[in-house]
């Protein structure tokens, strides 16, 4: 029935924030959005369809990641991206996952989501 994950949404409590991080950041673009009668944004990957849609006109819940603990997004070049985040000065944890060898880096939004990007085993940090 399922036959993949189409995207995630994000209540952006800083607009401009939000959009370095996960444009400026991450390298997601933004993209065509219809008109829905309120403020947001879609970002896209390299796919023709949005992996994120973020809402900028809703009040940011006390509980930040409520029952959802993190986004995965799958990446390359992983010593690019790691340089972007020492750049930035954005904390980060990076981590090799046992067994399958794949390199997970992880990380908040700044909006308290927690993001993974995950990266080929055969990549060297």
């Not at 401009?16 to 950041?25: E, I, M, P, S």
């Amino acid at each position: 029935m399922i036959v993949g994950m189409n995207h995630f949404t994000v209540i952006a409590e800083d607009q401009k924030k939000t959009l370095d991080f996960y444009v400026g950041l991450l390298g997601l673009a933004v993209g065509h959005r219809p008109e829905l009668g309120f403020p947001g944004a879609w970002l896209y990957g390299e796919s023709p369809q949005a992996v994120l849609h973020l809402y900028f006109d809703r009040p940011v819940p006390a509980q930040r990641a409520g029952v959802i603990d993190h986004m995965a997004f799958t990446a390359r070049d992983l010593r690019a991206v790691k340089a972007r985040f020492d750049r930035s000065g954005t904390k980060y944890e990076l981590r090799q996952q046992a067994g399958a060898g794949t390199w997970q880096l992880f990380c908040h939004d700044p909006n308290g989501a927690k993001v993974e990007l995950d990266f080929d085993a055969s990549e060297q940090p």
